[in-house]
């Protein structure tokens, strides 16, 4: 059977609360169907159903039934609903899984009894809540690369467009580029701080997108000797944008805790909501803007193998803004193999040629869609990185090992430098970043890259030609910044 976490490695919800988590481990996990379990982390007392369960609803009676007969009580959350998606909504809900009112539940063993007896498409509407880890380098390892003050000696990134009355309106009325970045949100720091390069307090209805505020804490949720391990991420990945592509505008969605984990059920939340978010501003609705990228840094691999075809509600809100003509932008994940980690591995299959992507399959590829890109990592001599995920789903290359970006200029743990008995002198203390600036490594810092090309391509184009379909425009910066052939 899986086994707790240990204490306090829990993963932070939408409600504010904290979730038990388990590992699950498949020498010991009980499988009733004819598969191959592999480890992967969810929420103990949390199940996903995709579509709305009535009365009717055969897989929702099984449900409640083999929970009974376990003493337990299922729970239905509902996702919110939003005006703009009234006419094809995204419809699923959360089953809260209580045991007697303790947290002893594990739904895995209710899972497994369930899909045994299910037929194969109520198999595929059901799931674990995965819980999906932000992709640094090796979270909580120490070793060469990891996150460490430096110095920032240049100019500041400059803007060529001139500052417009909103943050992603530019003076003369060109649309900037607007970049998601669904991750720990934007610490302050003097690039950012300056008006209009990050849309700050978006809101739907009043509420963030976000699970969280867009604003990332400077320390971490409790006290600490040190900085938490996700401290800075989002405003990392920030600062790498801002590098690449200067006129770009960043929307911070926030929905990682300073541990750099999210439920998988919050993550979708929080899409559809950044979905509302866009097509509003696509249908011009004031104080709402467009979205051209979004870039997710993070991923779960799940509990089967050789299951290229895993669906969930996560792939079907991905779907849903490809459609709309928003790009996404996800990274491979640092493992340093080819087990297939979502949401990249359901990216088209590829081979890589002389820096340029070439479909295994072309009906992979759908002009109605814009395409999924995967960007792993490589070293600043341009190998792959050790760390770094490869395999057929992964789109392009980019670098991702010792990158110089912004962190939160607040960040200051508390480690102290060596101090050096003579003149003064002391070493570089290692979680002070009030400089404003860091190195680190992982893919999570190789996707803001190709994020920011693509930012840059559709830019170029709408000055130079101002194309009205989205998608379409989409799939021009998509070739090239990849080489991925745009399909008929």
Same mark, same amino acid.
């Given at each position: 059977?899986?086994?707790?976490?240990?204490?306090?490695?829990?993963?932070?919800?939408?409600?504010?609360?904290?979730?038990?988590?388990?590992?699950?481990?498949?020498?010991?996990?009980?499988?009733?169907?004819?598969?191959?379990?592999?480890?992967?982390?969810?929420?103990?007392?949390?199940?996903?159903?995709?579509?709305?369960?009535?009365?009717?609803?055969?897989?929702?009676?099984?449900?409640?039934?083999?929970?009974?007969?376990?003493?337990?009580?299922?729970?239905?959350?509902?996702?919110?609903?939003?005006?703009?998606?009234?006419?094809?909504?995204?419809?699923?809900?959360?089953?809260?899984?209580?045991?007697?009112?303790?947290?002893?539940?594990?739904?895995?063993?209710?899972?497994?009894?369930?899909?045994?007896?299910?037929?194969?498409?109520?198999?595929?509407?059901?799931?674990?809540?995965?819980?999906?880890?932000?992709?640094?380098?090796?979270?909580?390892?120490?070793?060469?690369?990891?996150?460490?003050?430096?110095?920032?000696?240049?100019?500041?990134?400059?803007?060529?467009?001139?500052?417009?009355?909103?943050?992603?309106?530019?003076?003369?009325?060109?649309?900037?580029?607007?970049?998601?970045?669904?991750?720990?949100?934007?610490?302050?720091?003097?690039?950012?701080?300056?008006?209009?390069?990050?849309?700050?307090?978006?809101?739907?209805?009043?509420?963030?997108?976000?699970?969280?505020?867009?604003?990332?804490?400077?320390?971490?949720?409790?006290?600490?000797?040190?900085?938490?391990?996700?401290?800075?991420?989002?405003?990392?990945?920030?600062? !790498? $944008?801002?590098?690449?592509?200067? %006129?770009?505008?960043?929307? +911070? &969605?926030?929905?990682?805790?300073?541990?750099?984990? *999210? #439920?998988?059920?919050?993550?979708?939340?929080?899409?559809?909501?950044?979905?509302?978010?866009?097509?509003?501003?696509?249908?011009?609705?004031?104080?709402?803007?467009?979205?051209?990228?979004?870039?997710?840094?993070?991923?779960?691999?799940?509990?089967?193998?050789?299951?290229?075809?895993?669906?969930?509600?996560?792939?079907?809100?991905?779907?849903?803004?490809?459609?709309?003509?928003?790009? !996404? $932008?996800?990274?491979?994940?640092? %493992?340093?193999?080819?087990? +297939? &980690?979502?949401?990249?591995?359901?990216?088209?299959? *590829? #081979?890589?040629?002389?820096?340029?992507?070439?479909?295994?399959?072309?009906?992979?590829?759908?002009?109605?869609?814009?395409?999924?890109?995967?960007?792993?990592?490589?070293?600043?001599?341009?190998?792959?990185?050790?760390?770094?995920?490869?395999?057929?789903?992964?789109?392009?290359?980019?670098?991702?090992?010792?990158?110089?970006?912004?962190?939160?200029?607040?960040?200051?743990?508390?480690?102290?430098?060596?101090?050096?008995?003579?003149?003064?002198?002391?070493?570089?203390?290692?979680?002070?970043?009030?400089?404003?600036?860091?190195?680190?490594?992982?893919?999570?810092?190789?996707?803001?890259?190709?994020?920011?090309?693509?930012?840059?391509?559709?830019?170029?184009?709408?000055?130079?030609?101002?194309?009205?379909?989205?998608?379409?425009?989409?799939?021009?910066?998509?070739?090239?910044?990849?080489?991925?052939?745009?399909?008929?």
């Amino acid at each position: 059977m899986s086994e707790p976490m240990p204490e306090g490695l829990r993963v932070r919800d939408h409600a504010g609360g904290w979730r038990p988590v388990r590992e699950l481990d498949p020498a010991e996990a009980p499988c009733r169907r004819d598969i191959r379990l592999a480890p992967t982390r969810y929420v103990a007392d949390r199940l996903i159903v995709r579509g709305t369960p009535g009365e009717d609803d055969g897989l929702l009676a099984l449900l409640r039934e083999r929970a009974a007969d376990r003493g337990l009580l299922l729970e239905e959350e509902e996702l919110p609903s939003a005006p703009m998606r009234s006419e094809v909504p995204r419809t699923g809900v959360a089953l809260h899984v209580a045991a007697g009112g303790s947290e002893d539940a594990d739904v895995w063993d209710l899972l497994d009894d369930v899909t045994s007896l299910a037929g194969e498409e109520d198999r595929k509407r059901i799931g674990l809540d995965h819980v999906l880890q932000g992709h640094q380098n090796r979270p909580g390892v120490a070793q060469p690369g990891d996150r460490e003050p430096s110095l920032h000696v240049g100019t500041v990134p400059r803007r060529v467009l001139g500052t417009g009355p909103t943050p992603w309106l530019s003076d003369d009325g060109v649309q900037r580029p607007v970049v998601a970045l669904v991750d720990t949100g934007i610490g302050a720091h003097p690039w950012f701080d300056r008006s209009h390069v990050v849309i700050r307090d978006a809101e739907i209805d009043g509420r963030p997108i976000g699970t969280f505020t867009d604003d990332e804490p400077a320390t971490g949720h409790e006290p600490s000797t040190e900085l938490a391990p996700y401290v800075g991420h989002g405003t990392f990945i920030a600062g !790498v $944008v801002h590098q690449v592509c200067p %006129d770009a505008a960043i929307l +911070p &969605v926030r929905v990682m805790y300073t541990d750099g984990e *999210v #439920r998988e059920w919050d993550l979708v939340r929080s899409l559809e909501r950044l979905l509302e978010y866009h097509l509003r501003g696509v249908s011009g609705i004031d104080g709402y803007t467009p979205v051209d990228v979004v870039v997710l840094a993070l991923g779960f691999q799940p509990e089967v193998l050789e299951d290229d075809d895993y669906e969930g509600m996560l792939r079907g809100v991905l779907r849903d803004l490809r459609r709309a003509g928003v790009l !996404v $932008v996800a990274s491979a994940g640092n %493992d340093g193999g080819d087990r +297939p &980690v979502f949401p990249a591995a359901w990216a088209p299959h *590829v #081979r890589r040629v002389d820096g340029r992507a070439e479909p295994l399959d072309i009906r992979d590829l759908r002009a109605d869609y814009t395409p999924l890109l995967v960007v792993t990592a490589s070293n600043p001599n341009g190998t792959l990185a050790e760390f770094a995920n490869d395999g057929p789903w992964v789109t392009s290359v980019r670098p991702g090992t010792n990158v110089h970006s912004t962190m939160p200029a607040t960040a200051d743990g508390a480690l102290l430098p060596q101090r050096l008995s003579e003149g003064g002198r002391e070493s570089v203390d290692p979680d002070d970043f009030t400089g404003g600036f860091a190195t680190w490594s992982g893919t999570s810092f190789s996707s803001p890259v190709l994020a920011g090309e693509l930012a840059q391509h559709l830019l170029n184009g709408r000055i130079a030609e101002g194309t009205a379909d989205r998608v379409a425009a989409a799939w021009e910066a998509a070739h090239q910044a990849t080489g991925l052939p745009i399909p008929n």
